[in-house]
């Protein structure tokens, strides 16, 4: 097995392992030692089906069942990330991290790539531990403090849903009622490090204050967070599968294929209660 960092920040590829054939105790230490260290890691040239696909995440922990994306037929535990060639919007498009709008957050995403256009669908990544540890101690006083309220309503909720591009790839708009609230900033369960826990697509507000009060701070962390050379870009092969930490990183689905075919599977595993 070859562990090739993408990027001093973030994220690692891995080579010569074949999760289809099976992967001793041994080497999946390796990989997960990995995935705690980068952030973010992409396993390349498997070919998997759904049953191995779901077999490879429950290394890592239980599956989450999302309940608003369209899930593969006979696998309620696969969500399907579609794109066709006539749909103009796709699917998570805006920096995010996934299912921070629950109050038990989504571990990490494992998201395994079958049809990719002939150019472009990269994802970009960033890195909340470096956004944390490069902020002023005042600003950290302040944040250390606080804590934020995250929400589904306004992503998955009927409003959004009135869209019909949406509405096709979507469900269960009447279940977008979750309001979780986290800490600002966390401990990250397994790596002990300090992590600034907020997103543009999810986070609201500041628990206790307005949405109006919330929003300058918002958009100043949202911007530092982004900065370039915090993160990395996954480069998808078909065959690809990466697996991300959503309590330590956003992603960005770009949307730059206009007219082709994108389709993913994405599987998601159950994480552990957020402390400050």
């Known amino acids: 097995m070859e562990i090739r ?14 999760f289809a054939a099976g992967i001793d105790d041994g080497t999946f230490a390796r990989i997960r030692e990995a995935f705690h260290e980068h952030g973010v890691i992409v396993i390349r040239d498997q070919t998997l089906t759904p049953d191995q696909h779901l077999a490879a995440a429950r290394r890592f922990g239980a599956i989450n069942v999302n309940r608003f994306f369209t899930p593969v037929a006979g696998y309620p535990e696969v969500a399907e990330v579609r794109k066709e060639p006539d749909q103009e919007r796709n699917i998570g ?12 957050p989504a571990l990490g995403s494992m998201l395994y790539a079958l049809e990719l256009p002939p150019a472009g669908g990269d994802t970009l990544f960033t890195n909340l531990g470096l956004a944390w540890e490069t902020l002023s101690d005042g600003l950290k006083s302040v944040l250390a403090k606080l804590r934020a309220v995250h929400s589904s309503r306004h992503v998955f909720g009927p409003a959004r849903m009135a869209d019909p591009d949406l509405r096709a790839r979507f469900r269960n708009a009447e279940q977008a009622v979750q309001d979780a609230v986290h800490p600002v900033v966390i401990r990250h369960p397994e790596t002990g490090r300090r992590v600034l826990y907020v997103n543009p697509s999810f986070t609201v507000r500041f628990d206790g204050w307005t949405r109006e009060e ?44 206009p007219g082709h075919r994108r389709l993913m599977h994405r599987v ?9």
């Open 5 to 18: 960092p993408i990027s001093e920040s973030l994220g690692a590829e891995i080579l010569g392992v074949d």
């Open 214 to 257: 919330s929003k300058p701070m918002l958009d100043w962390l949202f911007d530092h967070a982004v900065r370039p050379e915090f993160g990395c870009r996954v480069r998808w092969r078909k065959g690809s599968l990466a697996l991300w930490d959503n309590r330590a990183t956003w992603h960005m689905a770009l949307n730059d294929y």
């Open 93 to 104: 498009s805006n920096w995010h991290t996934d299912h921070s709008y629950d109050e038990v």
């Open 268 to 276: 998601t595993i159950e994480g552990t209660r957020l402390s400050a």
